[in-house]
């Protein structure tokens, strides 16, 4: 069994800065990709950022030059540093991470509310 734990979300004022770790046990043989998505309420869950194991990153327009997703391969660990935050920005954020057990599958974290409000 896999599990994805994510931690550090928040209500915050714009402008501000949070940071979003989300930590993957069990049993785990290898992990692709880990990254981050998020949904607002009435619209669709959308790619935030991904890094694969070699450290290359994808970022959504939105958050470029404002989030940095980093990694921890010996921690099976993704973090997501989130600065200038916007209102915009409100939204449940998802981890998620391409793991391998016997197979290779795709595995969700439960979700960490952000929010962006003065």
């Known amino acids: 069994q896999v599990q994805l734990v994510e931690s550090g979300g928040g209500l915050v004022q714009p402008g501000g800065s949070l940071r979003l770790s989300c930590a993957a046990s069990?049993?785990?043989?290898?992990?692709?990709?880990m990254g981050w998505y998020r949904q607002a309420p009435g619209k669709q869950r959308e790619l935030v950022a991904t890094?694969?194991?070699?450290?290359?990153?994808n970022y959504a327009d939105s958050v470029k030059a404002r989030f940095t997703i980093s990694r921890d391969n010996a921690k099976n660990t993704v973090y997501l540093q989130m600065n200038s935050l916007k209102p915009e920005d409100t939204a449940v954020y998802y981890c998620?991470?391409?793991?391998?057990?016997?197979?290779?599958?795709?595995?969700w974290g439960q979700g960490t509310q952000v929010t962006v409000s003065s």
């Open positions: 890094m694969s194991s070699a450290g290359n990153t």
């Open positions: 998620h991470a391409e793991i391998r057990r016997v197979m290779w599958a795709d595995y």
């Open positions: 069990g049993s785990i043989v290898s992990i692709r990709a």
